[in-house]
């Protein structure tokens, strides 16, 4: 059973930075892709930042220059170092985890909340 778990989300204030984790119950290297996501109220789960095995990185336009997406396969752990934050950003992150082949599998975290307000 894959368990990924999110942590250091809070509440900041605009023009702060927060630091995102996500620790995997196992080896990360056995997932070809691991991102973050993110859902606002009232608005559908998008993707923020995903990093490949290989360590190709891809950051959504709203949050290039601000935040990056790294991993560190000896800690199973995949981080989101957020900067400039903005209160637009304020929202659940997620933590996901895919296995890709024949078919796709998906894995999720529980989430973080992170509130960025003055």
């Known amino acids: 059973q894959v368990q990924l778990v999110e942590s250091g989300g809070g509440l900041v204030q605009p023009g702060g930075s927060l630091r995102l984790s996500c620790a995997a119950s196992?080896?990360?290297?056995?997932?070809?892709?691991m991102g973050w996501y993110r859902q606002a109220p009232g608005k559908e789960r998008e993707l923020v930042a995903d990093?490949?095995?290989?360590?190709?990185?891809n950051h959504a336009d709203s949050v290039k220059g601000r935040f990056t997406i790294s991993r560190d396969n000896a800690k199973n752990t995949v981080y989101l170092q957020m900067n400039s934050l903005k209160p637009e950003d304020t929202a659940v992150y997620y933590c996901?985890?895919?296995?890709?082949?024949?078919?796709?599998?998906?894995?999720w975290g529980q989430g973080t909340q992170v509130t960025v307000s003055s």
């Open positions: 996901n985890a895919k296995r890709t082949g024949i078919m796709t599998y998906d894995y």
């Open positions: 196992g080896s990360i290297f056995s997932f070809n892709v």
């Open positions: 990093i490949t095995r290989g360590g190709s990185r």
